[in-house]
């Protein structure tokens, strides 16, 4: 692949944060970015999520690839805030908030002290809390939290400005960005190397030597395209946020996790709480028992807010894989399309991991030093498994 150079066109499809990701980086490497997105830039996964950063509490049960993709991508956060932030003019409210896993009974203790034994060798710097020292630290926490596991290097940003900071800065470097470009019609890939999409929404075809597909949940809309099985399946996840009350005694300082739900204070007063996970096709509705479950965990572990109706609703569409791991690789044409998808629970903290492999694989040198080995992304990992897809006749794979 270290047949590409820098400087070549790339159309990146697909406007969530993972393909802004994708499109600032290879923006910001030399490359002339087109991003199209059939609908608004963000309006589905991405700027529905909470915006957490927690590597260590989505991950309990091991060291995986996966998990260290994470961890890699929340030690990129900084920088790539910083980056983010000061191209785009914007701020993305990220706070350093550390995380809250609440026990809720003794007998939560030893899990959680095997948990920390190897999130520590991975630098998470995990304490337990005991309830004394819990009461001073969330004072609105219910008595029934009889300890806690704090992790301090966990944060959360506000998702929806973060796409709107991503725009922003995609624009700002250069990055064409088409919205409401509707259905991809047609996919063909010229003879001397290079691709051409027609687009429902757009009036002339795209052209660009690389293609990188951010689909989300919608992934497997290419399998035909790309003679390839993409197993991605939508999650519902049903999220709603409390205006802060006035018997609120003070914000949420830290995310805080239960086995039921977690809660998220943003800095407009409101509190986020997560989320559901069902399988709804690709419906976004709420419904009463959806946010039902995250009211009666609200009424439960924050007693301040019991009996109160949440403010908001909204839902969103989790990009899941059968292995839970993203797809990121090369997804046919001999590496001129890639793609970037099936981020789950997980596509706001693994947007800079994300961003820059994709770059990496743009230029011929992904980076496996910072970020491991790609092999466990390869987007064809399932049609090895099952054997391929027919590629479309009329299309070239
Ligand atoms: C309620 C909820 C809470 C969450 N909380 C967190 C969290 O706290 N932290 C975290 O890290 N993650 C969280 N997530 C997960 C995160 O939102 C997703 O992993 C991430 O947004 C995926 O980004 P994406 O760009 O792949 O998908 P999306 O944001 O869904 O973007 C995909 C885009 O592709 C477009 N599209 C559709 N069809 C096509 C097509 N045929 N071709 C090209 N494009 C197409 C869509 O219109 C869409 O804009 C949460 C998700 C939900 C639903």
């Given at each position: 692949m270290s047949a590409y150079?820098?400087?070549?066109?790339?159309?990146?499809?697909?406007?969530?944060?993972?393909?802004?990701?994708?499109?600032?980086?290879?923006?910001?490497?030399?490359?002339?970015v087109t991003l199209a997105e059939p609908g608004r830039i963000g309006g589905q996964a991405s700027g529905a999520a909470a915006g957490m950063l927690a590597p260590y509490s989505e991950n309990p049960e091991g060291a995986d690839a996966f998990f260290r993709l994470s961890l890699g991508s929340l030690r990129l956060y900084p920088e790539w805030i910083r980056s983010v932030e000061e191209i785009s003019g914007m701020s993305v409210e990220w706070e350093r908030s550390g995380s809250l896993n609440i026990l809720q009974h003794e007998a939560d203790l030893l899990p959680a002290e095997g948990r920390m034994r190897w999130q520590n060798g991975w630098g998470a710097g995990a304490e337990l809390i005991d309830k004394d020292e819990?009461?001073?630290?969330?004072?609105?926490?219910?008595?029934?939290?009889?300890?806690?596991?704090?992790?301090?290097?966990?944060?959360?940003?506000?998702?929806?400005?973060?796409?709107?900071?991503?725009?922003?800065?995609?624009?700002?470097?250069?990055?064409?960005?088409?919205?409401?470009?509707?259905?991809?019609?047609?996919?063909?890939?010229?003879?001397?190397?290079g691709s051409r999409i027609a687009m429902s929404g757009l009036p002339a075809l795209l052209a660009a030597d690389r293609v990188v597909l951010c689909p989300g949940a919608w992934s497997s809309a290419y399998e035909q395209h790309l003679g390839l099985n993409l197993p991605v399946h939508p999650i519902r996840g049903q999220i709603c946020s409390y205006l802060s009350p006035a018997q609120w005694r003070e914000p949420l300082r830290h995310i805080v996790f239960t086995s039921q739900a977690y809660w998220v204070s943003k800095r407009n007063g409101t509190v986020v709480c997560g989320a559901s996970e069902d399988v709804a096709g690709y419906e976004t509705s709420v419904t009463e028992h959806g946010i039902g479950r995250l009211t009666r965990a609200t009424d439960r572990f924050l007693p301040d807010l019991r009996g109160v109706k949440p403010a908001f609703g909204w839902a969103g569409l989790r990009p899941a894989t059968p292995d839970g791991m993203p797809l990121i690789g090369a997804a046919g044409g001999e590496g001129e399309w890639l793609m970037a998808a099936g981020h789950y629970r997980n596509g706001i903290l693994l947007s800079p991991a994300t961003g820059r492999l994709i770059a990496d694989l743009l230029d011929g040198e992904p980076d496996e030093k910072t970020l491991g080995g790609l092999a466990p992304f390869a987007p064809a990992r399932f049609t090895a498994r099952q054997g391929s897809k027919q590629a479309t006749a009329g299309h070239i794979y």
């Open positions: 150079s820098r400087g070549q066109s790339v159309i990146v499809l697909g406007g969530g944060i993972i393909g802004l990701s994708c499109a600032l980086e290879a923006a910001l490497r030399g490359h002339r819990l009461r001073g630290l969330e004072p609105a926490l219910a008595e029934e939290a009889v300890g806690a596991v704090y992790i301090p290097e966990e944060s959360h940003v506000y998702a929806p400005k973060l796409v709107e900071a991503l725009a922003s800065a995609c624009k700002r470097t250069g990055v064409q960005i088409l919205e409401h470009a509707g259905t991809i019609e047609s996919v063909h890939r010229s003879d001397i190397g």
